[in-house]
């Protein structure tokens, strides 16, 4: 059985697992939701940098993320499109 890493552990879960050379990261969040999108998104994505670089990979291997904005608005796509 391949052995388990468990990084930044807490009372309910772990910020990053590294198990079978595949790293999994709990979401990850912005320290200070009181700024823009732009300085939030470069907050989490710092959060990850650091968490992959210590479980000795980085962003170059990620197979699938998911984004969640609380406002549609900090997301524009081309112009004349609308979201549905």
Known sequence: ?????????GSRLSEAVVHNGTVYLAGQV????????????????KQIDELLARAGT????ILSA??????KADFP????????
Do not use: W, Y
């Open 66 to 71: 998911q984004v969640f904005l609380v406002d």
């Open 30 to 45: 912005p320290e200070d939701t009181s700024v823009g999108a732009k300085e939030q998104t470069a907050s989490v994505l």
């Open 77 to 84: 796509g081309p112009s004349g499109l609308t979201n549905h």
């Open 58 to 61: 980085d962003k170059t291997k």
């Open 1 to 9: 059985m391949a052995a388990i890493q468990r990084l930044d552990c």
